[in-house]
């Protein structure tokens, strides 16, 4: 086989939902079923839209050619995954790209065990996007540096190629907007609107995205500081690890504890710092 031949990873991808999959509303059900009728891959409207440069916002380049037949399966299995995690009422991807990736078998990971998400990312940064079927919004984390994951937006042109229209759509959100008000009502609360709630909806996935991402912070923190004193030979992270211990507890503590109990402890914490150095954080 040629270099050609194998370069892409998953030649095939499909999405899988997540093992702890939820129960979805009709009208995503629906959009699910007509995405594994219809090849939206080859729609008709990729043949007449034109790309739009994201960031001047003006026409690129008339497309010449479809895209090609890994970006195409690509983009087959990452439909499904958008409509699964669409949120009706915010009209928002509750997902991030990386799980989406991970969900439609796109992520790779080189030798060293580093996970990349570039084929799904370019699928909806370089086509999906600049045809207008996504929104995509990205937003500076002030407290860790660096951008949160995009939060991605469905337009109607995206169920377009589903054949579903913009009034379908409207329907399904008012018929989620019933849905929400009724469990409200039922609380003794008032109802909400539409704008009410995107505006809830979206707040609630920036929320979650911030939680995510502190503990996924603290936890390669804490890994970095676990792979530093592995990397030390084993009676050396021991005794640094004891070090810590009896400056953690208190004397009673430590005459409670005993030289056997502390040693205990010091084996207990050696074999939890081995583990935190090897692990990857868990998917979301």
């Not at 399966?73 to 509750?94: D, G, K, P, T």
């Not at 337009?155 to 409200?184: D, V």
């Amino acid at each position: 086989m040629t270099s050609r031949q194998c370069y892409i990873y998953n030649s095939n991808p499909t999405f899988q939902p997540p093992k702890n999959q939820k129960r979805r509303p009709f009208f995503i059900c629906d959009a699910m079923k007509k995405a594994e009728e219809i090849d939206v891959a080859r729609c008709e409207l990729s043949f007449f839209l034109q790309a739009k440069n994201i960031k001047s916002r003006t026409f690129a380049l008339k497309r010449f050619r479809l895209l090609n037949k890994h970006r195409a399966c690509a983009m087959r299995a990452m439909v499904s995954a958008m409509l699964y995690h669409f949120n009706i009422s915010s009209e928002l991807v509750q997902a991030s790209v990386e799980q989406l990736s991970d969900e439609c078998g796109l992520s790779t990971y080189s030798k060293a065990g580093n996970k990349s998400i570039t084929r799904a990312s370019r699928l909806i940064t370089n086509f999906m996007e600049p045809m207008g079927f996504v929104i995509c919004q990205k937003q500076w984390d002030k407290m860790l540096g660096n951008y949160m994951p995009k939060i991605i937006k469905l337009t109607p042109l995206f169920f377009m190629l589903l054949g579903i229209s913009e009034k379908k759509i409207i329907n399904a959100q008012q018929q989620q907007l019933g849905w929400i008000n009724k469990n409200l009502i039922s609380k003794g609360l008032n109802p909400i609107t539409i704008l009410d709630a995107k505006r809830r909806s979206k707040d609630i996935q920036m929320k979650s995205i911030l939680k995510y991402r502190m503990s996924r912070h603290a936890f390669y923190k804490k890994q970095r500081n676990a792979q530093k004193l592995i990397s030390l030979n084993e009676t050396e992270a021991r005794q640094t690890i004891l070090r810590a211990l009896v400056s953690k507890y208190s004397l009673s503590e430590l005459t409670k504890l005993g030289p056997h109990g502390l040693k205990k402890q010091v084996n207990i914490s050696y074999y939890y710092l081995r583990k935190i150095a090897k692990n990857q954080y868990p998917k979301n």
